[in-house]
């Protein structure tokens, strides 16, 4: 391929990647955990949009409990948005063919 081609397809790429970026952080992912006792939303940006709790959730005996549940809901959260991301973009440079892309 030569290189005045090559910068054409980058340039296209870009484009498209900077849309679907711009998507992804308007995307509003969700987590729960412990059964829909902690519910978390994130956006793409990864800012946290939302945290729930049930009221079964939050026990002053058991404060690790709601712990390890913000933290797995937390955790989850942010996978989904990750994964999300990394499907989206990914499949976008696929066949460039450009090595660490």
Same mark, same amino acid.
């Given at each position: 391929?030569?290189?005045?081609k090559m910068m054409k397809e980058?340039?296209?790429?870009?484009?498209?990647?900077? &849309?679907?970026? @711009?998507?992804?952080?308007a995307t509003l992912y969700e987590? @729960?955990?412990?059964?829909?006792?902690?519910?978390?939303?994130?956006?793409?940006?990864?800012?946290?949009?939302?945290?729930?709790?049930?009221?079964?959730?939050?026990? !002053? @005996?058991?404060?690790?409990?709601?712990?390890?549940?913000?933290?797995?809901a937390f955790n989850e959260v942010?996978? &989904?948005?990750?994964?999300?991301?990394?499907?989206?973009?990914?499949?976008?440079?696929?066949?460039?063919?450009? !090595?660490?892309?």
């Open positions: 391929m030569d290189m005045q980058l340039q296209k790429v870009q484009g498209k990647m900077s &849309k679907v970026q @711009e998507a992804l952080q987590a @729960e955990a412990g059964g829909g006792l902690v519910k978390v939303t994130m956006n793409g940006k990864f800012e946290v949009q939302s945290v729930r709790l049930q009221k079964e959730a939050v026990d !002053p @005996e058991d404060v690790e409990a709601l712990e390890d549940l913000l933290m797995a942010r996978a &989904k948005a990750e994964l999300d991301s990394q499907q989206k973009m990914g499949g976008l440079t696929k066949g460039l063919g450009i !090595p660490g892309m």
